[in-house]
């Protein structure tokens, strides 16, 4: 772009009266790409005497001389959008040494010169491109200059836009610091900056610190997706849970977390709403973005997926069951053993109508089977009628108690698969005015923060939630960094009964 300085000797140059009763007197010869002589630009004289000649008498005095034109069209040409000018090989500034050519644009061109928008009439090339050159007496012929009317309204209205000094401030948008832009702050090679990082080569401790001093200059960020690229390694693994607004999954992807992240693993949560589809959709997905390994919360959303040839190389932990895969491992609550020992509690307690909530179809079975196996083997039945469902959540509970509520003959105690569906179960029990537990007893499953929280305080059985995330997460880890390699692995959790006050 044009100096300050110059632009104001534009201005000079355009009020000293040239334009426009003397542009009958310029005229442009030979072609407008051709080489001045040194020396400073003609708009720095303030005006041109009014009796100038044209500048058409021959090759010497076109060198020596810049017209009035070629001057104006060599620094607008530097406005524009075009490529700027290289320097030539003395290495002088394009706006000394040389003029801009415009070539062959079209009748109008348009281009803009800071926010102005502006058309530039074509100046066609002599065709004679070597005019210059030739000998004195040889035929010129001249390139037509601009029109007259134009080129004053244009630049009075860009000499105006151009009367205050070019703003400061930088347009350059922000790029993202790299790897050589930390070598050149610390005065090292890139590669010593990858030793630091990576930490698998000995640096030297000056060398480290002045390293990483660098990089908290700059905020210099790894590029996590080019390291993916090259190591085939994303270091994350993905949880899939049926539902994250459950404080159960809450605390398991905690403990998943949190065994994983001291070796540089990080996770992500995908809840899968106990939608099948949504659940092959997250496989599909977490699989084409190149996780190191895939942990899924519940037996069930795993027992939908199938499985290619191209997955079986992914490590896989099950929470809850097994899965037809050759490196998945399982970590699986003893839901069936806590369940019995529910049934089994409440029927000593003296409870003989006993029912339950379960979890919706093909959700929590082992819970279901060890509730069973308890009450028939205390001699009481369990008609179908007092096993009812719900579908996990405090509104389904409420919804399922109303209906036992309901029943001729009303139970007196409930187990309930999960205790989001018993803190609902309990909020019947208090409409209906009934006393807590000597009307009827609730027991919950999972003990969650809120079994504390409600009144009387909830009993349940423990689902160690935060153990079975851990355990996974070290199952994961032994088969990324290569410690095992063999057959699927089981690990099993006891679920013990925690007594409070609801049984």
């Known amino acids: 772009m044009l100096g300050y300085s110059s632009w104001n000797s534009a201005a000079s140059f355009f009020h000293s009266g040239l334009l426009p009763s003397q542009e009958k007197n310029v005229t442009v010869v030979g072609s407008l790409g051709c080489s001045t002589a040194p020396g400073p630009s003609p708009l720095g004289s303030g005006s041109l005497p009014p009796d100038s000649p044209p500048h058409a008498a021959s090759p010497s005095d076109a060198r020596a001389t810049v017209t009035a034109t070629d001057a104006i069209l060599r620094d607008v040409s530097t406005l524009t959008d075009s490529t700027p000018l290289p320097r030539n090989s003395s290495g002088r500034r394009p706006d000394e040494t040389s003029c801009k050519s415009f070539g062959s644009v079209g009748r109008k061109h348009r281009f803009r010169v800071r926010g102005l928008s502006m058309d530039r009439c074509a100046l066609r090339h002599s065709r004679d491109r070597t005019a210059l050159d030739a000998p004195t007496n040889a035929p010129r012929r001249p390139v037509r200059a601009w029109r007259t009317g134009r080129l004053k309204s244009v630049w009075s209205a860009s000499v105006a836009a151009m009367s205050q000094p070019p703003s400061t401030a930088s347009t350059t948008a922000p790029t993202r610091v790299t790897i050589a832009d930390v070598a050149v702050r610390a005065g090292v090679s890139p590669t010593t900056v990858s030793h630091v990082l990576s930490g698998k080569r000995v640096v030297g401790q000056a ?32 949880v899939l849970v049926p539902d994250i607004t459950n404080p159960f999954y809450a605390v398991l992807t905690r403990g998943l977390a949190d065994a994983v992240d001291a070796a540089g693993y990080g996770t992500f949560v995908c809840s899968t709403d106990g939608q099948h589809d949504r659940e092959r959709k997250f496989f599909e997905d977490v699989m084409d973005r190149g996780v190191d390994g895939i942990v899924f919360a519940s037996g069930e959303i795993a027992s939908e997926i199938t499985f290619g040839p191209g997955d079986r190389a992914t490590p896989i932990v099950c929470i809850g069951d097994h899965l037809d895969h050759p490196l998945c491992d399982a970590v699986i609550p003893d839901d069936e053993s806590g369940s019995r020992e529910a049934g089994a509690f409440l029927a000593g307690r003296g409870y003989e109508r006993l029912a339950m909530i379960q979890g919706p179809p093909g959700y929590g079975n082992d819970r279901s089977a060890g509730f069973r196996d308890a009450v028939r ?24 108690m109303q209906t036992l509520m309901a029943l001729p003959r009303r139970p007196d105690a409930v187990f309930c698969a999960n205790d ?55 199952l994961a880890l032994s088969r990324l960094s290569g410690r095992y390699s063999g057959p699927g692995r089981t690990v099993v959790l006891p679920c013990p009964l925690v007594e409070r006050g609801t049984a």
């Not at 083997?377 to 399922?400: C, F, I, K, N, S």
């Open 420 to 474: 989001l569906m018993a803190i609902g179960a309990l909020d019947v029990a208090h409409e209906l005015g009934l006393a807590v537990p000597d009307d009827v007893a609730v027991v919950g499953f999972d003990d969650v923060d809120a079994a504390t929280i409600v009144t009387p305080q909830l009993t349940t059985v423990r689902n160690p939630a935060y153990d079975l995330g851990s355990a996974a997460g070290d």
């Open 207 to 238: 060398t480290r610190r002045t390293v990483l001093d660098a990089i908290d200059e700059l905020g210099y960020r790894p590029n996590h997706v080019a390291r993916h690229l090259r190591t085939r390694q994303s270091h994350m693994l993905a």
């Open 377 to 400: 083997a205390a001699g009481h039945q369990l008609p179908a009628e007092r096993m009812v469902r719900g579908d996990w959540t405090r509104r389904g509970g409420y919804a399922a």
